[in-house]
């Protein structure tokens, strides 16, 4: 029997949620996706503490934290490359999400490490907090060539401005969305009724309604129920963890999402303002809070990179 990952590469691309380069030899994904709390698991973990002193060394004596952080990134992002056949994506740092002009700023100094160290800007997708700076970050590089993965999205009225600022990819929370919710209400949810299933379903369905090229790539699952639900979504990140639960079961996997039946649905086309977007986002309790956490995790966890490194330094 075939195993429910390779059913699911039948028609969904797979991408490896780690940092960890076994674990994408092992499951062979697409793409693989980072973030900086991947990379400081990577990088504490002594494993690869041969790629953390080469990152330092290549940045220079004297470099900056920031220097040497985007220099680890990029070096990771290469090793990751030379494993996965299609793209990686790189964070730019977390506390520069409301700071439109210095996420594009990193962003061409990460493209440029890239470039200079012969990786086509084509491999490589710059991740962006979904704030409304960072979309119109992600807007402006798009228009340069330099592809963006907008990352923390947990509500419609961010994928319609990503979609509108035509980036190329998005990464809705479906764990993050699902964990709220349970919280909020004490009640569990499986299956369709997840509500971070629900929310990426209706992305999705509204992205091949209208014709929009952005790729929705589902992100943060809490259980193969709900990567089995979005089976046929553009790009799925899965955990090491999960991509094994998914290859030790043999069940049948069912697509659930397809474009034509996407064309069918019964969605009205919106457009988003910076005005509509702020108070859309303000009404949607989980999105607003799931967003202002996740950057103080992702810049809490810089912090900590950056400590690791200064004490490797000194």
């Not at 994928?159 to 509108?164: F, L, P, Q, R």
């Not at 998914?246 to 069918?264: F, G, H, I, M, W």
């Not at 986002?281 to 990179?305: P, W």
Request: proline share 2%; hydrophobic share 45%; with cysteine.
């Amino acid at each position: 029997m075939v195993n429910q990952l390779e059913q699911l590469k039948a028609f969904t691309t797979v991408v490896a949620d780690t940092g960890d380069f076994e674990s994408m030899k092992a499951f062979t994904p697409q793409d693989a996706t980072t973030n900086p709390s991947l990379i400081l698991k990577a990088a504490g973990s002594g494993s690869y503490d041969a790629l953390v002193d080469q990152a330092i060394a290549e940045a220079g004596e004297g470099a900056s934290a920031d220097a040497i952080i985007d220099r680890l990134l990029v070096t990771f992002g290469k090793a990751i490359l030379e494993i996965v056949p299609g793209r990686v994506s790189s964070e730019v740092d977390a506390r520069l999400s409301f700071d439109t002009a210095g996420t594009i700023e990193r962003a061409h100094g990460l493209i440029n490490l890239y470039e200079t160290d012969g990786v086509s800007r084509d491999r490589v997708l710059i991740k962006i907090a979904s704030t409304w700076e960072g979309i119109k970050a992600a807007e402006s590089l798009e228009k340069e060539g330099i592809h963006c993965n907008l990352t923390l999205l947990f509500s419609f009225a961010q994928a319609v401005a990503c979609a509108e600022a035509q980036v190329q990819l998005i990464s809705p929370f479906v764990g993050r969305i699902l964990d709220w919710h349970k919280k909020a209400t004490g009640k569990d949810y499986t299956g369709a009724e997840d509500p971070g299933v629900i929310s990426v379903t209706e992305i999705y369905n509204y992205y091949k309604k209208f014709g929009y090229a952005t790729e929705v790539m589902g992100a943060s699952f809490r259980n193969a129920g709900e990567i089995l639900e979005l089976a046929g979504c553009d790009l799925l990140t899965i955990s090491p963890a999960l991509l094994q639960e998914l290859a030790d079961n043999d069940e049948p996997v069912a697509r659930k999402l397809d474009a034509e039946s996407a064309a069918q649905s019964d969605l009205k086309q919106v457009s988003l303002d910076e005005k509509a977007f702020r108070y859309a986002l303000n009404e949607d309790a989980m999105a607003t809070e799931k967003t202002a956490e996740g950057i103080r995790n992702f810049a809490a966890d810089i912090v900590k990179l950056e400590k690791l490194i200064a004490q490797k330094i000194g």
